[in-house]
């Protein structure tokens, strides 16, 4: 029976940023607190390309893109589009039936990766969903139960995820799930063995004779380590870390939820650039565009170990964030994104280099791409993380209409990860604005 025509009244939605503000404070959870980009929150109202307007009015270049969710940039008119004619035809379908978006979906995205594996794709929600269904898959398939993970890297704060993040800032104080060894990041600015590659893989031969039966189920990593430090991980060391895993019997695990999507500029992904294929690849943030939307690629053997007993999930799947999805890859095409985050992202990165050449404070400037960070010391040869300097800056920089991040084990890393549409006017007002940033520290 169809709906009688109704004409539904508009619902009120307040601009007024004490409102908001007082709102989120008073009905909104106590832990959003811990991760707020700023003490005096920012209410952010529209977004256009790489830019944000907040309820004031004000215009700011973005260089966290939602925590690198907005991928293609924000608004995006095919992205939109596709999400809204999806909208009108069907909102939601449980995975319990077919649907034609993410089917399509899953066959153009799995087209993107290296040939040789049959490759398959399971849509979930969220990036720490994606990453406890790989870790089921990877004990499923091998028979084992360790995973071995990098301190530093960031994985997701829920349950499995958060035993896989190596930082204790992202740890509750609660029993931590079992199965979890973390071995030292290959860091060639702050690392144990300092920029040898050799030391860093060895390790994991030893956390596997040390600390598992001799078998593990897999190994997982960030090709850069993300909130972290934005840490790349150096050439070779992915090849060692995955041969050692599958000595062992495991199977490798990339984290591409941030890396992923020509973000890194050499390559679509992440683990392209150390010339390496992953067994599993977990995908998040900017395959949706700030659609919720995550997804594990895997190959298909691996992911037939789950098919001996039910899984369901309500939400993954969904044909909106899928229909997102499939214009994201298109967008991906059209806009030329890999070109440009690897154009802008070298001029960026060349600017952020002319920037440490002038002031003291920047210890390091890292990542590729347009994943990008500087790291703020107050001593350079002693290395003494600078985490005030860095609010500093960044306070600067949101004052003066740039929006930046903060990161790294000890906070004193800005993180440089704007949409991929960003351009090089953009980059110049943004290095004159962080010059003049520390300048003032």
């Given at each position: 029976m169809r709906r009688p025509e109704k004409a539904y009244?508009?619902?009120?939605?307040?601009d007024s940023y004490d409102t908001i503000t007082q709102q989120r404070e008073t009905f909104m959870s106590p832990s959003l607190r811990t991760f707020q980009a700023y003490s005096r929150p920012l209410v952010l109202k529209r977004g256009e390309g790489q830019y944000l307007w907040d309820v004031h009015e004000k215009k700011y270049v973005d260089?966290?893109?939602?925590?690198l969710c907005i991928s293609v940039g924000y608004n995006h008119p095919l992205v939109n589009s596709e999400a809204k004619r999806q909208i009108d035809r069907l909102a939601h379908c449980t995975t319990m039936y077919a649907q034609s978006m993410p089917s399509h979906f899953a066959e153009e995205l799995v087209g993107r990766f290296p040939p040789g594996p049959e490759w398959v794709a399971h849509f979930v929600n969220s990036g720490s969903e994606a990453i406890d269904l790989a870790i089921l898959m990877a004990r499923l398939f091998t028979g084992h139960f360790e995973i071995i993970a990098l301190r530093n890297g960031y994985h997701g704060l829920h349950f499995g995820a958060m035993a896989l993040t190596g930082i204790q800032s992202c740890r509750q104080p609660v029993p931590s799930a079992h199965g979890i060894l973390h071995v030292p990041n290959?860091?060639?600015?702050?690392?144990?063995?300092?920029?040898?590659?050799?030391?860093?893989?060895?390790?994991?031969?030893?956390?596997?004779?040390?600390?598992?039966?001799?078998?593990?189920?897999g190994f997982i990593a960030e090709p850069i380590q993300g909130f972290g430090g934005v840490i790349p991980l150096p050439p070779g060391y992915l090849a060692g870390a995955f041969e050692r895993t599958r000595a062992a019997g495991g199977v490798c695990i990339v984290d591409e939820v941030q890396t992923g999507f020509t973000r890194t500029g050499s390559h679509y992904w992440g683990f392209q650039a150390q010339g390496v294929l992953p067994d599993i690849i977990v995908l998040g943030k900017g395959i949706g565009n700030g659609f919720p939307l995550s997804a594990v690629v895997a190959k298909r053997e691996i992911a037939e170990a789950m098919?001996?007993?039910?899984?369901?999930?309500?939400?993954?799947?969904?044909?909106?964030?899928?229909?997102?999805?499939?214009?994201?890859?298109?967008?991906?095409?059209?806009?030329?994104?890999?070109?440009?985050?690897?154009?802008?992202?070298?001029?960026?990165?060349?600017?952020l280099l002319g920037l440490q050449a002038k002031h003291e404070r920047i210890g390091d400037v890292r990542g590729s791409g347009l994943m990008?960070?500087?790291?703020?010391?107050?001593?350079?040869?002693?290395?003494?993380?600078?985490?005030?300097?860095?609010?500093?800056?960044?306070?600067?920089?949101?004052?003066?209409?740039?929006?930046v991040g903060k990161g790294g084990v000890f906070g004193n890393v800005l993180r440089i990860n704007p949409p991929l549409c960003i351009e090089r006017h953009d980059v110049d007002f943004v290095v004159d604005i962080l010059d003049q940033g520390f300048r003032c520290i």
């Open positions: 009244r508009p619902l009120e939605t307040s260089l966290m893109a939602q925590n290959p860091d060639s600015y702050r690392g144990v063995f300092g920029s040898a590659v050799a030391p860093y893989v060895d390790e994991i031969g030893h956390a596997v004779m040390a600390s598992t039966p001799g078998r593990i189920a098919a001996r007993k039910k899984f369901f999930n309500t939400y993954g799947s969904n044909p909106i964030s899928c229909a997102a999805g499939r214009a994201v890859l298109r967008a991906i095409e059209e806009d030329r994104t890999l070109r440009n985050a690897d154009e802008t992202g070298d001029y960026l990165k060349q600017r990008l960070g500087v790291e703020l010391v107050k001593d350079r040869s002693t290395k003494e993380p600078a985490d005030v300097e860095a609010g500093k800056v960044a306070a600067h920089a949101r004052d003066n209409g740039v929006i």
